[in-house]
């Protein structure tokens, strides 16, 4: 267990439908990420918070998707009318400062049926 | 030139042997090249990593070549156990903090 949790774990859901996923970094990392991983993939960079400013976003990533880091602590990933190509494994990382290393939770797996 | 390219796909190793996992980079802004182990179900693990001014580094039976002329990185597993057996990521690091993975490796170790 590296201390950052993601919930749910596992997401079931119908094509079209909007789902939010939640994750909470290690309380004092302040720069927190989202990846997303595909079967058979390394995982895919989504998007990048400083503290409660979102400092990259991913261009692959399409309007749908949307994440916020508000007080800068936990951040929430929403994708909005989910389509069968979102599933996958949404990954979030964090770390502190200057600190290179990223600590992953263990995801979030998503099935869009 | 954003990619990171990782070979071989899938690796058998017997136990006690060397494994060995490749990685090729094209852009020279990278700073920072971490390995990560991750086992199914799990999110990756940093492994060991290291910067571009140095061409070897060390933990354990963990060791990074780094070829920063042919623009290359490797891990060495000694003495592989079957419990290293996991699916491996190299990546590369750009300015902005931004990771690119590569697309993996998954070695088993047999007993």
Not at chain 2, 65 to 84: C, R, T, V
Request: a positive charge.
């Amino acid at each position: 267990d590296t201390g950052v949790s993601q919930d749910p774990r596992h997401k079931i859901t119908k094509r079209g439908q909007n789902v939010t996923f939640r994750c909470d970094p290690i309380s004092e990392h302040n720069r927190l990420y989202w990846y997303r991983q595909t079967l058979g993939q390394g995982p895919e960079f989504l998007t990048y918070f400083q503290n409660e400013a979102q400092l990259e976003k991913s261009r692959l990533l399409s309007d749908r998707f949307s994440a916020e880091r508000p007080k800068g602590s936990f951040s929430t990933l929403e994708i909005q009318r989910t389509e069968q190509g979102d599933s996958a494994m949404y990954l979030c990382a964090s770390s502190l400062g200057l600190v290179e290393t990223q600590y992953f939770g263990p995801g979030t797996r998503l099935l869009v049926l | 030139q954003q990619q990171v390219k990782q070979s071989p796909q899938s690796l058998i190793v017997q136990k006690g042997g060397i494994s060995i996992i490749n990685c090729a980079y094209e852009n020279t802004a990278f700073d920072y090249f971490p390995w990560y182990q991750q086992f199914p179900g799990k999110g990756p693990a940093l492994l060991i990593a290291i910067r571009p001014d140095v061409s070897e580094k060390k933990e354990g039976r963990f060791t990074i070549s780094f070829n920063k002329s042919a623009k290359q990185f490797s891990l060495h597993i000694m003495d592989s156990q079957p419990g290293d057996s996991a699916t491996y990521f190299c990546a590369a690091r750009g300015g902005t903090y931004k990771y690119i993975f590569g697309t993996g490796t998954r070695l088993k170790v047999l007993a």
